[in-house]
């Protein structure tokens, strides 16, 4: 399976393509492929909330049964894999959009920056638009990985995050939830406070001091602020009540 990084990368990198061969086509304000993005971005999300949702539905399925606490749970099932897969679209379609919009349009704004400074360096050179557009590739290749793992850093954790909560929804059982931040000198003191908060109710939503709400860390449906959600490595521990 591809990580999430590499399926970025390469939608990344056919978006500047795109807009490369325009450029080599004679158009000077080339756009990019915005497509990519979004075909990616599902990709990336579904698999990763795949994997954490069917971990947590089994770890807590094994937990409980070895408990004897409850003799009722469902064995997971391809049911659950079918639910979960509309629930990521169902939840992309709601929500992805305004952050696919900020990938295209950082990618673009790239695009933009770069195309003038390359069409004059060329003709300096005595080349041409085609010279221009190699240019642009190659100068797209030295940064599309960093891109790349930037945005997969955040978008992992905010599907894996959303993973652990379907997978734990899914086994009927009534649980609560505590943040849980990594305990180094890079977290947010946002987040470090939330992680010595109290547990709460998984339905309920935490509260970060700037006022931000999200259900889990990397939530960003409940309109918390853009800088508690990138670059976040937080989780959420889970626990049967």
Not at 49 to 55: K, T
Request: proline share 1%; net charge neutral.
């Amino acid at each position: 399976m591809e990580s999430t990084t590499d399926i970025l990368e390469k939608a990344l990198t056919k978006q500047v393509n795109s807009a490369a061969s325009a450029l080599a086509g004679g158009n000077r304000k080339p756009k990019i492929k915005k497509g990519a993005i979004k075909k990616a971005y599902a990709e990336a999300w579904i698999d990763t909330v795949l994997l954490f949702a069917g971990e947590t539905f089994n770890a807590l399925d094994i937990k409980e049964k070895s408990l004897k606490r409850l003799n009722n749970l469902k064995d997971f099932t391809d049911e659950e894999m079918k639910l979960w897969t509309e629930r990521v679209q169902e939840h992309l379609d709601e929500h992805g959009g305004k952050r696919i919009t900020l990938i295209d349009g950082t990618t673009q704004d790239w695009v933009d920056r770069n195309v003038g400074n390359l069409l004059e360096a060329a003709a300096r050179d005595g080349q041409g638009v085609a010279e221009a557009a190699r240019n642009l590739r190659k100068e797209w290749g030295e940064i599309a990985r960093f891109r790349a793992e930037r945005i997969a850093r955040t978008e992992i954790v905010a599907a894996s995050n959303f993973g652990t909560m379907e997978g734990a929804t899914a086994t009927g059982l009534k649980m609560r939830k505590k943040w849980l931040h990594t305990p180094d000198e890079r977290t947010r003191d946002e987040h470090r406070t939330e992680g010595g908060e109290d547990w709460i109710g998984l339905e309920k939503l935490f509260t970060l001091s700037d006022g931000s709400k999200l259900s889990q860390p990397g939530d960003f449906t409940n309109g918390a602020a853009a800088d508690q959600i990138i670059n976040c490595r937080c989780t959420i521990l889970l626990e049967v009540v």
